[in-house]
């Protein structure tokens, strides 16, 4: 091979390795997230540790749903911010099942994440459902919640699974 061919063949090798890790970076983030919430996902290295931030924007989404419906604005495009925050809140409720799937495939102890995640998903359930009886505008995100209520439902099934199926850690003893 010649001297200017392989030079060119190292740079775009090179080119393709530095936009590498940028893609990848891009692949990670969820497009629910803000890039702040999506550097903590990453920065949380063990499946249990995201279950609770999973959780936690999960009700994040949920009040904001609730503070949009309750205060009126005439935004043309409401219907489309009122689905975007149902499905933004199945999203992370999603995450956080696929999290602790993962956690319980490694044999981590997902007791602890799975006491918060089952009391916050109860929650959510009881809001999504009371949102279904007497929400404001129900036609424009009716398929949404339904949903939304959906994933919540899933969610606590694959809890209560994970809860019979999770044991004990092993105690190690002194000798």
Same mark, same amino acid.
């Given at each position: ?70 205060? !009126? ?56 459902? !009371? ?29 209560? !699974?994970?809860? !019979? ?11």
């Amino acid at each position: 091979m010649t001297l200017p061919r392989l030079s060119a063949l190292l740079c775009v090798a090179l080119a393709a390795a530095m936009l590498l890790p940028a893609a990848r970076a891009q692949e990670e983030k969820k497009d629910y997230l803000t890039d702040a919430e999506a550097d903590q996902i990453r920065d949380a290295r063990l499946p249990v540790d995201r279950i609770p931030l999973f959780v936690q924007f999960a009700s994040d989404r949920l009040k904001q749903f609730q503070y949009e419906l309750a205060h !009126k604005h005439t935004e043309n495009r409401r219907s489309e911010l009122l689905n975007g925050i149902l499905n933004a809140y199945a999203g992370c409720v999603d995450d956080a099942t696929d999290q602790l799937d993962i956690a319980m495939e490694s044999q981590q102890d997902i007791r602890p994440a799975l006491k918060d995640f089952e009391s916050h998903a109860k929650t959510f359930l009881e809001t999504l459902q !009371k949102i279904r009886k007497d929400g404001q505008e129900l036609d424009t995100y009716s398929d949404t919640l339904d949903d939304a209520i959906d994933a919540t439902h899933d969610a606590l099934t694959d809890l209560a !699974k994970a809860g !019979k199926q999770s044991s004990q850690p092993p105690v190690r003893r002194k000798p």
